[in-house]
């Protein structure tokens, strides 16, 4: 119960201080992770997403990803479990969904089709130098992340402050194993420190 309290007290804190990042600033960021995303050298498969709510980033992170070449998955949430997929084919098929996120709407792909990608960029509050990262809290990557390939590149995108030296893990994180933030591009972590 007490690692339940610290993430949620993490996660009120992060939100807060992303309700105070100026315009000019985020779309500075959103540009340098748009950058850094298109030269990942992804495979032919890749997972993103259409960041909101003040997440870093933008739609543009899919768009150079696709213009590197890869096609590009984007979740689909239905009630709970694992995240279902869209083929993100550009901005004009992105459909308003729950939680106020953008989904692609064509066909509706199943929980498994991640194990194609060989690139997952996850949405993060925070990540720590170990690799723990801290969700919004619903689990949907917790559930999801499980059904990759042990071989996909797992990226957490967070803004620069957002990487921190330690952060509350439950049994069930999945560590990450790079970060990937506007300023210093992808940043290893060490996943094999307790």
Excluded: F
């Amino acid at each position: 119960m007490p690692e339940e309290i610290d993430k949620q007290a993490w996660r009120a804190t992060i939100r807060a201080r992303r309700l105070q990042v100026p315009d000019s600033v985020r779309a500075a960021e959103a540009t340098a992770l748009a950058a850094s995303a298109g030269r990942l050298g992804t495979g032919e498969w890749v997972c993103a997403y259409v960041p909101v709510r003040g997440e870093p980033g933008s739609v543009a992170i899919a768009e150079a990803l696709r213009a590197a070449g890869s096609r590009v998955l984007l979740p689909v949430t239905r009630e709970t479990g694992p995240l279902y997929w869209g083929e993100y084919t550009g901005t004009d098929a992105l459909v308003p969904a729950r939680y106020g996120l953008l989904e692609p709407d064509g066909p509706i792909l199943a929980p498994e089709t991640v194990a194609t990608a060989e690139l997952i960029l996850v949405p993060a509050l925070a990540v720590d130098r170990r690799g723990v990262r801290l969700g919004q809290g619903a689990g949907y990557y917790d559930r999801t992340l499980g059904l990759a390939d042990p071989a996909a590149q797992l990226m957490v995108v967070v803004r620069d402050d957002e990487l921190v030296e330690h952060l509350p893990e439950e049994p069930h994180d999945i560590r990450m194993p790079w970060a990937l933030t506007p300023t210093a591009g992808p940043v290893p972590l060490n996943t094999t420190h307790p």
